[in-house]
Nanobody, 121 residues
């Protein structure tokens, strides 16, 4: 059974940093695109970042570009999201996602259960 388990969420003040982790199990994801979505209260789930494979360039939404960094460690089946200069509008549930091709278009094969990130002003 494939599982994606996120960790690292929490409460942080504006301008602070958090690092999310997502560890996959049940298969290897070395040739999968992996990354992150988020969903704020009352809003639709939106794409945040992805890495298509360990050697590929990351891809970010405009709202997080320059502040967030998505990386992965295929040996650990883990993808990370380093979030710096956090803003209150970054408050959301953050979901890990994996797909054989790409997650950016919203077509995702596997989802994590989500981890809450709250940024106070």
């Amino acid at each position: 059974q494939v599982r994606l388990v996120e960790s690292g969420g929490g409460l942080v003040q504006a301008g602070g940093s958090l690092r999310l982790s997502c560890t996959a199990s049940g298969r290897t994801f070395g040739n999968y695109a992996m990354g992150w979505f988020r969903q704020a209260p009352g809003k639709e789930r939106e794409f945040v970042a992805e890495r298509r494979w360990s050697g590929g360039s990351p891809y970010y939404s405009d709202s997080v570009k320059g502040r967030f960094t998505c990386s992965r460690d295929n040996a650990k089946n883990t993808v990370y999201l380093q979030m710096n200069s956090l803003k209150p509008e970054d408050t959301a549930v953050y979901y890990c996602a994996a797909d054989p091709i790409s997650i950016a278009g919203g077509k995702v094969q596997y989802w994590g259960q989500g981890t809450q990130v709250t940024v106070s002003s």
